[in-house]
């Protein structure tokens, strides 16, 4: 795990010192047996940070023209021009062990947050969390780096498997 084991106790008070989230902010997933299949919390970061549009680069400007056309047919949602606010949702305590509960999950997120883009980790060889086809997506590489004592071997958690639930990380730690 990339993060703090989260008890009840701290997991209430770190909530109640987290600005723009609460526990309204979580949904659960239930199967037809009452059991949870996956859940997912969305945190507008706008009161912590807001991240203005300086400059697109090649492959911006492009996704900018296509959510732009699209988001005429209501297919999308536009992207902000230069100089224009980020405005997007974390999609945080994400946790699924299915595609379809996923697809599930970012339809629902979708339809909340009305105008505002989604944000949430997706690991490279991770099948479950790819991103269903009808969604238009972008994705924004980055490596995480450990440093261990000559001759250690790396702990299980930090190796990926496609078929095993990916690393406990939250992009917006980041």
């Not at 009161?47 to 047919?73: D, I, T």
């Not at 505002?116 to 969390?129: A, G, N, S």
Request: glycine share 6%; aromatic share 16%; hydrophobic share 40%.
């Amino acid at each position: 795990m990339l993060g703090l084991e989260f008890t009840p106790d701290l997991l209430s008070e770190r909530l109640e010192n987290w600005p723009g989230f609460n526990k309204e902010n979580f949904f659960v997933c239930y199967d037809k047996r009452k059991n949870i299949v996956g859940c997912y919390a969305l945190w507008d970061s706008s009161a912590v940070q807001r991240l203005k549009l300086v400059e697109h680069g090649p492959h911006s400007k492009n996704f900018y023209y296509l959510s732009k056309f699209l988001s005429v047919f209501g297919l999308a949602r536009p992207m902000a021009g230069v100089g224009g606010l980020l405005d997007y949702y974390y999609m945080t305590h994400l946790y699924c062990d299915n595609s379809d509960i996923f697809e599930l999950m970012l339809h629902h997120a979708f339809f909340r947050t009305r105008k505002k883009f989604l944000v949430y980790p997706q690991f490279e060889d991770h099948l479950i969390q790819l991103p269903p086809k009808q969604f238009l997506h972008q994705n924004l590489d980055f490596s995480l780096y450990t440093i261990i004592p000559h001759g250690q071997t790396p702990d299980k958690s930090l190796r990926q498997n496609p078929f095993a639930p990916p690393p406990d990380l939250e992009v917006w730690c980041i």
